[in-house]
């Protein structure tokens, strides 16, 4: 027997799609036995689900809360359709947000909650352009309908009843440039001016919001290691 | 270039802000490759804070000698060994991907003469692009595959004969446990055949019971059986640089840094 012919039939046995019996009658058997060998299969479809139980734990909690075995009939279809085809494990968990959104059965808390684990890994796994002013990859802005951070947090160390809180929060996601910790805040509308005029725009101001307010919050993000120093100054003679 | 002694232990998401930040002794770190290649961001700051306190060895998953490597990722990886100027990298005698597939798991071959052709040739192959010696593993298998006709040790030894001097061994002695175990041999006898003049570094850690197989899950501390091992292996081949890995169900950073010191106790000794 080949190694080209064990390939062909491992590869479709691996991924689900053939039994153990069918592939031994066709490779011949194994000395172990056909449980044994069976076992494969298994260990592959745990170490596949276990990226996306990994990244995406406050989602399995929201589902399982919703309806038990939902989160792993999610998993499984998302693993049909997306299989794992990098050797980065990273990269098998990076289009389940999208695959949930396009699911009839899955609510928007759900997609909020994944969308959320995503974008955090995002930013802590960003380049940062050192020398540039301004945002970069290592820091977002999302708006979601609930307090998905709070959730994903209670959820991830586990504090207490985890609870989807339903208020609209928009956050700020980012890496700290020293510390490269997570920093995830609320943001203030001169903050997000801050960082639109750090991005090379310039959004007009809305009526009661002064040029010094943006560059105090944009003084505020530096300190918080969200923004290289120097942006401040930079937004100071942008707005000036 | 340094040369590598002593005992590390892995250096792991769940465990680096403590690792990094402890008084205790350690002699090196093994990273993932796969965890820290190619990446920006924090795995990149953690492996500059590593560096510079620690030797670092690359292990990967994903070379997949008994196969192909998946295309650019050994210039990511040699990226990674000149990054931390690592005496060698090592990575597993199996497959973990086939064509674009990638099973993120550590796959056993079959153990006849084809199946050490094509891996010996990768390993070669991966050692040059990389430019440093490679080591490959032993890794746990829980079932024969078809068509195999030679045994464990005795497939080990053609792909490194094969292979040449560029590629050596990496000894898990858990695996070594586990496989005579879950194929009803004896450890010791594998050990006596195993070509041990090519081992260069050794992995210890804790496996799982399930059912009636023994699964290399590195979720537990090393077992009673797998340390006296160690001590046969090291009075076959002398001190040997030795890693814990603990990747799963970790306690925390000390419980991993006691198993490292009751290994350097007994590597000191041998």
């Known amino acids: 027997m080949t190694l080209a012919a064990f390939f062909a039939e491992m590869d479709p046995f691996l991924r689900g799609e053939r039994s153990a019996e069918d592939v031994l009658a066709r490779l011949g058997p194994s000395s172990s036995g056909i449980g044994r060998f069976a076992l494969y299969a298994e260990l592959v479809r745990r170490q596949r689900g276990g990226i996306i139980d990994h990244f995406y734990r406050p989602v399995a909690a929201a589902a399982e809360a919703k309806e038990k075995g939902l989160f792993g009939r999610l998993r499984d279809a998302y693993l049909r359709q997306y299989p794992p085809t990098h050797w980065t494990p990273n990269e098998a968990a990076r289009a389940f947000p999208g695959f949930l959104a396009e699911q009839p059965v899955v609510d928007a808390q759900l997609v909020a909650l994944a969308d959320y684990a995503w974008a955090r890994f995002s930013v802590m796994h960003a380049a940062h352009r050192p020398g540039e002013l301004g945002v970069d990859d290592a820091i977002l802005v999302r708006h979601y309908a609930w307090d998905v951070a709070a959730y994903s947090d209670a959820v991830e160390h586990g504090t207490g009843e985890a609870a989807l809180d339903a208020t609209p929060r928009t956050l700020l996601l980012g890496r700290h440039r020293r510390a490269s910790t997570l920093v995830v805040l609320t943001p203030s509308l001169a903050a997000l001016i801050a960082m639109a005029v750090a991005s090379g725009r310039r959004p007009a101001l809305p009526a009661g919001l002064t040029a010094s307010v943006v560059e105090e919050e944009a003084r505020d993000l530096e300190a918080r290691g969200l923004f290289p120093e120097g942006t401040a100054l930079r937004i100071h003679e942008e707005l000036a | ?270």
Request: proline residues 6%; negative net charge; glycine residues 8%.
């Open chain 2, 1 to 270: 270039m340094t040369k590598l002694a002593g005992v590390g232990i892995g250096l792991r998401r769940e465990i680096a802000e403590a690792l990094l930040g402890t008084r205790r002794h350690l002699d090196w770190v093994e990273v993932v490759s796969e965890n820290f290649a190619g990446l920006s961001g924090r795995p990149r700051d953690v492996l500059r804070r590593a560096r510079d306190r620690w030797t670092v060895i690359p292990h990967g998953v994903a070379l997949s000698v008994g196969t192909s490597a998946p295309e650019g990722y050994l210039d990511v990886v040699r990226a990674l060994v000149d990054e931390v100027d690592a005496p060698f990298f090592s990575d597993h005698l199996c497959y973990a991907s086939i064509g674009t597939h990638a099973f993120h798991d550590l796959l056993p071959l079959p153990f006849h003469a084809e199946a050490v052709a094509v891996a010996a040739a990768n390993a070669r192959s991966a050692a040059r692009a990389v430019g440093r010696p490679l080591l490959l593993e032993n890794v746990s298998y829980y079932a024969s595959m078809p068509g195999s006709v030679l045994s464990e040790p005795a497939f080990l030894g053609a792909v490194l004969e094969a292979a040449g001097p560029e590629v050596g061994v990496l000894l898990d002695v858990n695996n070594l446990y586990v496989n005579a175990i879950n194929h009803g041999r004896d450890p010791r006898a594998d050990l006596e055949a195993f070509p041990v003049a090519s081992v260069r570094q050794l992995h210890l850690a804790g496996h799982t019971r399930e059912g009636d197989v023994l699964l290399d899950t590195h979720s537990s501390p090393i077992a009673p059986e797998v340390w006296e091992l160690y001590r046969d292996v090291l009075r076959r081949t002398g001190p040997l640089p030795t890693l814990i890995e603990w990747d799963q169900n970790i306690p925390g950073v000390d419980a991993v840094l006691d198993e490292a010191d009751r290994a350097r106790s007994i590597l000191e000794a041998a």
